[in-house]
């Protein structure tokens, strides 16, 4: 379903990278999926796609307990039997990748070259 989502919207933006971005999205929705939801029950995430200043902003908002990027986001993952590699996969595909703790959850942002 979200695939299809991000499929029709990146079409509709004529996007360039369409590749690229269902790669990272793919990537960032099983990170949240896998790691966010841990120890909990499963929720429910938000996906918004736009264009903004010649970039693809896309916005993901979960409601999984806030998490600690600064454990993950600026360290260097390795392969491992769990993945690992994801997140340095989407910063190199990205222009911009950022996960932001809220009260109620944690917003994910990801921005692209079109």
């Known amino acids: 379903m979200a695939r299809e989502f991000v499929n ?3 079409d509709k933006l004529e996007s ?4 690229d971005i269902l790669i990272a999205i793919g990537e960032a929705l099983q990170n949240i999926v896998r790691h966010a939801y841990i120890n909990t029950e499963p929720g ?9 200043n010649n970039q693809i902003e896309v916005i993901i908002k ?8 600064e454990l993950y986001i600026n360290k260097r993952h390795s392969a491992s039997e769990l993945g690992g590699m994801g997140i340095d996969l ?4 990205t222009l911009e990748f950022k996960c932001e703790p809220q009260p109620d959850g944690n917003i994910t942002t990801l ?3 079109p």
Request: charged fraction near 35%; include cysteine; hydrophobic fraction near 30%.
């Open 62 to 69: 979960d409601d999984a307990p806030p998490g600690k990027p």
């Open 90 to 93: 989407i910063k190199k595909i």
């Open 111 to 113: 921005r692209f070259k």
């Open 44 to 52: 429910d995430f938000c996906l918004t796609i736009s264009r903004l």
């Open 8 to 10: 029709h919207s990146l």
């Open 16 to 19: 360039k990278n369409k590749t």
